[in-house]
């Protein structure tokens, strides 16, 4: 599908009456959308880092487009996954790690949810260690979501705030997450893969998707409880991280800044 992007529909002609009805956007289309606006900020020269996840993967298939147009050049890509690491390796993408570029110029990535303060829960993917490693050495951290993604609140949609934990007696990590949350309603369940075995990040670990029912409120203080307890490594809530999000939905894209909103 063609990328001019109407706010509400892709209209068909007024005059060509035998047109297909108007057709509303997928969530896919609305992806692709968020990061080809987010690869405009991709210059020359820059070391890049790379997000996970299905919104990511657009916008690696992008920088991967304009650097075999030549219209980037010397780009280098930080990966945040095996998975990406391969679509870029396959794109012809230069790839490098955090010990050679300790300070990245731009990192662009999916989320899974984004609140009114722009923090953010990823790892729903299983990425959120490398993540968190490569966006907090970049300069500027660009996220990209449609608009599904917003909520009032960290743990609003209900769906998954994943933690990351050391697989060694996994159950009693998962206890003490539960114990710790339960004041919010907290389930803890250990995240699954193939044929039920434990899902394995590509760090070797494991992953405790902690569902919540109630607003956690400060934040600061719960991301520091979480990761006080021995046994986890990292958790999904990617706090005061966010540059700026760009929201693509129904009715346009919208671009939020850190501080200030355009
Ligand atoms: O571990 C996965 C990452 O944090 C993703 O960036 C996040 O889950 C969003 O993924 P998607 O763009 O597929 O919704």
């Known amino acids: 599908m063609a990328l001019a992007y109407d706010p509400l529909f892709i209209s068909s002609s007024a005059m060509d009456v035998a047109s297909p009805p108007p057709m509303i956007l997928t969530q896919d289309e609305l992806k692709r959308?968020?990061?080809?606006?987010?690869?405009?900020?991709?210059?020359?020269?820059?070391?890049?880092?790379?997000?996970?996840?299905?919104?990511?993967?657009?916008?690696?298939?992008?920088?991967?487009?304009?650097?075999?147009?030549?219209?980037?050049?010397?780009?280098?890509?930080?990966?945040?996954?095996?998975?990406?690491?391969?679509?870029?390796?396959?794109?012809?993408?230069?790839?490098?790690?955090?010990?050679?570029?300790?300070?990245?110029?731009?990192?662009?990535?999916?989320?899974?949810e984004v609140d009114p303060y722009l923090n953010l829960v990823k790892g729903r993917g299983g990425s959120l260690l490398r993540e968190k490693m490569i966006e907090g050495a970049s300069k500027k951290f660009v996220v990209i979501v449609d608009e599904s993604k917003m909520v009032k609140h960290i743990g609003g949609s209900k769906l998954a705030l994943p933690v990351e934990i050391v697989p060694f007696c996994w159950k009693f990590t998962a206890e003490k997450l539960r114990n710790l949350l339960e004041g919010y309603g907290c389930e803890a369940n250990l995240r699954l893969g193939e044929k039920e075995k434990p899902f394995v990040t590509d760090n070797g670990n494991y992953i405790v998707d902690m569902y919540l029912e109630e607003d956690m409120g400060d934040l600061g203080v719960v991301s520091d409880s979480i990761l006080r307890l021995p046994g986890v490594v990292e958790h999904g809530m990617f706090l005061d991280m966010a540059s700026t999000v760009i929201i693509a939905g129904e009715h346009g894209v919208k671009i939020k800044n850190k501080h200030t909103s355009t």
């Open 33 to 112: 959308i968020a990061a080809y606006k987010a690869v405009e900020f991709v210059e020359s020269g820059m070391v890049l880092g790379l997000g996970t996840g299905s919104t990511a993967k657009h916008a690696v298939d992008r920088i991967g487009e304009l650097l075999r147009q030549g219209k980037l050049e010397n780009i280098v890509g930080i990966p945040t996954s095996k998975k990406t690491q391969e679509q870029a390796l396959s794109l012809g993408i230069p790839l490098s790690d955090l010990d050679a570029h300790p300070v990245i110029d731009l990192s662009i990535d999916g989320a899974d």
